[in-house]
T-cell receptor
Framework: DAGVIQSPRHEVTEMGQEVTLRCKPI?????LFWYRQTMMRGLELLIY????????DSGMPEDRFSAKMPNASFSTLKIQPSEPRDSAVYFCASSYGMGVGELFFGEGSRLTVL | DQQVKQNSPSLSVQEGRISILNCDYTNSMFDYFLWYKKYPAEGPTFLIS?????DKNEDGRFTVFLNKSAKHLSLHIVPSQPGDSAVYFCAAILNAGGTSYGKLTFGQGTILTVHP
């Protein structure tokens, strides 16, 4: 079975550039989450969707960050403009509503902003 | 404000012995707790969970203990195997039965190394 698929796996960009991270959740899952992992803050939730609708975006650090889920099989996290402090590993996860907290994570997208 | 804390950055254990990973939390409203395991270059994978109405949950070699009065949970791995070497994260959920069921607050992680 295909797991959560994220792309790109690695991204190196320069400050000020736009970055788009992509995620394909597991088919049939109705929740999708974007998490970010940094040395300073660990793993933190940015935003999550239920049935393609954003439910809670209180973790999105600022207006430079935006996320969309146009359909059940695709989501994007966009950073515009990017800054060096955005450097982190961004994880997408999905789940089916019955399993409390049992999320299936992708392999992550490592972002480096120079 | 770190609501979920794993105070030991690393733990080294001999194969066959018990591994005990600890986690403390500050918010008494957390009502569900989980442990995730993470290998390098992979995403975290769910390991085991426990509801706040229980004090123990067991799954094979893995047991999670919850002490609500102390706001402390621990993960026991018996016996430890070299393949258990990974980063272990504890996580907590507020109002697990509501809309925030997937809104996990993670600890910083503990690196477990199991030596053959």
């Amino acid at each position: 079975d295909a797991g959560v698929i994220q792309s790109p796996r690695h991204e190196v960009t320069e400050m000020g550039q736009e970055v788009t991270l992509r995620c394909k959740p597991i088919s049939g899952h109705d929740y999708l989450f974007w998490y970010r992992q940094t040395m300073m803050r660990g793993l933190e939730l940015l935003i999550y969707f239920n049935n393609n609708v954003p439910i809670d975006d209180s973790g999105m650090p600022e207006d430079r960050f935006s996320a969309k889920m146009p359909n059940a099989s695709f989501s994007t996290l966009k950073i515009q403009p990017s800054e060096p402090r955005d450097s982190a590993v961004y994880f997408c996860a999905s789940s089916y509503g019955m399993g409390v907290g049992e999320l299936f994570f992708g392999e992550g997208s490592r972002l480096t902003v120079l | 404000d770190q609501q979920v804390k794993q105070n030991s950055p690393s733990l080294s254990v001999q194969e066959g012995r018990i591994s005990i990973l600890n986690c403390d939390y500050t918010n008494s409203m957390f009502d569900y707790f989980l442990w995730y395991k993470k290998y390098p270059a992979e995403g975290p994978t769910f390991l085991i969970s426990i509801s706040s109405i229980k004090d123990k949950n067991e799954d094979g070699r893995f047991t999670v203990f919850l002490n609500k009065s102390a706001k402390h949970l621990s993960l026991h791995i018996v016996p430890s195997q070299p393949g258990d070497s990974a980063v272990y994260f504890c996580a907590a959920i507020l109002n697990a039965g509501g809309t925030s069921y997937g809104k996990l607050t993670f600890g910083q992680g503990t690196i477990l190394t199991v030596h053959p």
